[in-house]
Each structure stands twice: as C-alpha cells, then as structure tokens.
C-alpha cells in the first residue's frame, strides 16, 4: 500500500511539474513573439518608435487607478503592446492613407486572435479606434458597448501621439495635451477614463 501510495504521487508530481514546465514555455513564447513583433512594429513606422511601450505605460496610469483586477492588466497590456501590429500588413508609404490607416485595427485582429494566448486580447485592438459617441471605426460601437480595455487605449494613445514628436508634427505641451483631452471627453473620449487618467498623470510620467 505504502508503494502505490508513494508511486500515485510521485506520479501527480511529475504531471505537476510537467505542467508547470508547459506554463513557463509558453509564457516565455509568449514574451519573445511580443518582442519580436514590437521590434518589427517599430521598424515599418520609425516615426512611432517606442510608441506601443508608453501607451501601455499610461494605460496602466489608468488601470491602478480604477483597480483593474490583475488578470485583466495584464491582458491590456499585452494589448497596448499589439494595438498597432496591423500596420505590419500595410505598405510602410501607405501608412497614414486615411483609407489603409483605418485598416489597420481589423487586420491586427484577423493577425492575433488565431493565436491562442492572444486571442482574448483581439477585441480590444479591434475596437481600439472605436469612439465613444459612435462615430469611430470599424463598428461603430458606442459607449459601454466598447470594451474597457479598447476605451483605456484610446485615451493612452491619444495622449502619446499628441506629446511625443514625430517626423511630421510639432508635440503639444503637457497642458495643452490635457486639455485637448477633456475637450474631447464624452464624445471621442469616455468621459470617465479621461478623468481618471489626467487626475493621475503627471509630467514626470512623461520621462
């Protein structure tokens, strides 16, 4: 009795460790294919360079404030890093064409969501340009119809592109980047999330 009771467990043990080992592999794929395709991401768009890292920086501004579960932070995270991984499928000289930019969102979902441990972050960089009166693309969606995760990256993004200097305009100062925010709160924006956000950022975020 005493060996099929050692043998029962060491047998559990070694399912145990198995799967623990599978974990790890895949969370290091995981890390690495991201690497890959934020590297590659800032190759196509050099004007962009680091832009994915700080719009999951300010996204996380606003997930501690509002105490996103940590589950849920990590997968916006891991979304704020892909949110512009379509534009790997559109020519680097079409990129900011109206009519390819607005591609890009729908493409970066068909790219992720056939990738297991990504597919529950295909939504939100499908609805990542959504706005919230409804007038935003590629469905149209409207208000709390928009994911959360979608919301927090529109107004992470928004920011970064506004007070970071590119090849093709002029940034905007700190307070003026704010102020543009609340402007725009309730309609482009959700009101809420804005809010949060310019009552937790800081300029020395910005560093």
Not at 11 to 35: G, M, P, V, W
Not at 138 to 150: N, R, Y
Not at 154 to 161: H, I, K, L, W
Not at 180 to 200: I, K
């Amino acid at each position: 009795k005493d060996k099929e009771l050692i043998t029962y467990l060491s047998d559990q043990a070694a399912i145990s460790l198995t799967r623990a080992r599978f974990y790890e592999d895949q969370k290091n794929y995981e890390i690495h294919i991201t690497d890959i395709l934020l590297e590659a991401i800032d190759v196509q768009i050099p004007e962009k360079l680091g832009h994915s890292k700080r719009v999951a920086k300010y996204s996380n501004i606003i997930a501690k404030a509002i105490n996103m579960p940590g589950e849920n932070t990590k997968r916006l995270y891991f979304a704020c890093l892909l949110h512009d991984v379509g534009f790997l499928k559109i020519m680097a000289d079409e990129n900011y064409q109206s009519e390819n930019f607005r591609k890009h969102p729908a493409i970066g979902y068909e790219m992720i969501s056939p990738i297991n441990f990504y597919a529950d972050i295909a939504p939100f960089i499908l609805h990542h340009h959504e706005r919230y009166d409804g007038f935003g693309y590629p469905e149209g969606l409207k208000g709390d119809g928009i994911p959360l995760e979608s919301r927090i990256i529109a107004v992470a993004e928004a920011f970064d592109a506004m007070v970071s200097e590119t090849s093709y305009k002029v940034p905007l100062d700190f307070d003026s980047a704010v102020l543009e925010l609340q402007r725009n709160a309730g309609s482009q924006f959700d009101f809420w999330l804005v809010e949060v956000f310019v009552n937790n950022i800081t300029t020395e975020h910005l560093q």
